[in-house]
């Protein structure tokens, strides 16, 4: 990519809105180490069409890469020091000792520590003993907090920063392999889908990302629809709190239930996918056992430990994590089930993608209204905010709406018919936005249709 010339042959807007920011760059790059930058590295963020919560379970989920991303410039210097600075000023600048030890605080989440993660990640891959130093500046445009991932695309530019100023190389799933697993030490244990699409995404597809091992396949979209993302404006930052974690434990001592019920050997299986597979039963079966095994009163740990023949000093140990050690109370019926059913829908939407009926429109958006059902009423990740903007989504002519990412706040996604969305952005627009100041300043960044990007590169 040529930063002396605005790129004049491409009619892209990207395009130009990138070079833009590179020369942003470059120049906040120059001002700040007195020298140009050697590359550039970005890594995109992403929208989660349907699967939600599902991907730490084992089960495949549906993202895409949206335009928005984390773009770095960095130069390898000689100071024996990763040296971090933001463009935007809240973010501060940090700088570490190559000789130290990485170590990320998980009670004070700075953006910097996401960025150590990655750079964590692959140091202990390769086993460098001393990485060189590094200089960099980091922009974003990925809305924080949004479920968006801003996160993720930040631990994977990093990844990606870090192995290249190492000289080191790595494939797409590899990499995205390292930077799932490295991310969990901002302390949530997420599944994996934010950095597989970030990878290996590919410019105007949709991806159904399979674990284990980790595979990508193209879904082709329906044309007659757009998605279009809209921010509740409710930040929600899954490293700050216990939520994320809560429901990761619930869903592994529901996997453990289950398998306990059937005779499996519960020590060993702590994934929902894996009890399936171990009992070669179908989805619909495994909603069925779940209603026969589990009940809807929520489990306290006495009756846990009891069902599974463990101590409560096991427990805490075992099945919960360090920022979940308060939770006296567990849902796992809901959890479960909102699990089995939702890694149903993401296969059935593949299917319609394929399929293309000529209802497809309204098969896809029927299960992302499902979806949001389930997330809302049965995973409990949703807040009045989300479940409003998503309302009226739905009446401002969407066929299907539904919260994307984490949830607890963040986005919405909407599947929206071509020839509705000028009427469908006025309606959102007025009704979410323009009527409440403090989103109305943000409404800019919150409300955009989606533009099918490609995934992480360098220039
Ligand atoms: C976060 C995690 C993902 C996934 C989603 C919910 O984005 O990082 O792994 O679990 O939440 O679907």
Not at 194 to 218: H, M, R, V, Y
Not at 301 to 312: F, V
């Amino acid at each position: 990519c040529r930063l002396d010339t605005p790129p004049v042959s491409s009619t892209s807007v990207f395009v130009h809105i990138l070079y833009y920011r590179l020369q942003a760059l470059k120049s906040a790059f120059e001002k700040k180490y007195g020298d140009s930058p050697q590359f550039y590295a970005c890594a995109p963020g992403r929208v989660n069409l349907i699967g939600e919560h599902i991907d730490y379970c084992g089960y495949s989920v549906l993202p895409m890469a949206i335009e928005q991303n984390i773009l770095a410039a960095v130069s390898v210097n000689k100071s024996g020091s990763i040296k971090l600075a933001n463009i935007n000023p809240l973010y501060k600048d940090y700088s570490v000792s190559c000789s130290e030890d990485i170590a990320i605080d998980r009670d004070n989440p700075k953006w910097y520590y996401y960025f150590l993660c990655g750079v964590k990640g692959i140091q202990e891959n390769f086993g460098i003993t001393n990485l060189v130093g590094m200089s960099c500046v980091v922009d974003g445009t990925v809305p924080p907090s949004s479920g968006l991932s801003s996160s993720s695309a930040l631990v994977c530019c990093a990844g990606l920063v870090t192995m290249e100023a190492n000289q080191k190389s790595l494939s797409k799933v590899a990499l995205a392999e390292i930077c799932a697993k490295c991310e969990r030490y901002i302390g949530t244990e997420g599944g994996g889908m934010d950095q597989s699409i970030s990878f290996l995404a590919e410019c105007g597809k949709a991806k159904l990302i399979e674990f284990n091992p980790l595979c990508a396949t193209d879904v082709k979209l329906p044309a007659g629809a757009v998605f279009v993302i809209s921010n509740c404006c409710v930040e929600m930052n899954k490293a700050a709190s216990s939520h994320f974690n809560i429901r990761v434990v619930e869903c592994r001592i529901a996997a453990k239930m289950l398998a306990q019920a059937r005779g499996l050997d519960c020590s060993r299986l702590v994934k929902l996918a894996q009890v399936q597979g171990e009992l070669e039963a179908s989805l619909d079966e495994m909603e069925a056992l779940v209603e026969e095994v589990l009940h809807p009163e929520p489990y306290n740990r006495e009756e846990i430990c009891k069902a599974l023949g463990i101590t409560t000093a096991q427990f805490c140990s075992e099945l919960l994590s360090s920022n979940t050690q308060h939770v006296t109370h567990f849902r796992l019926y809901q959890r479960a089930k909102h699990v089995y059913s939702e890694a149903r829908r993401v296969l059935r939407f593949k299917h319609v993608c394929d399929s293309e009926p000529a209802d497809a429109l309204k098969l896809l958006g029927d299960l992302m209204n499902q979806s949001h059902s389930s997330c809302r009423d049965l995973y409990e990740c949703s807040c009045p905010e989300l479940d409003q903007l998503v309302e009226l989504c739905l009446k401002s002519g969407a066929v299907g709406s539904r919260l994307t990412g984490a949830g607890w706040g963040g986005c919405a996604v909407s599947m929206v018919p071509v020839e509705k969305v000028d009427v469908f952005l006025k309606a959102v627009r007025e009704g979410y936005y323009l009527n409440d100041p403090r989103r109305a300043a943000m409404e800019k960044q919150s409300l955009f249709v989606t533009n099918r990007r490609r995934g992480c590169h360098f220039y």
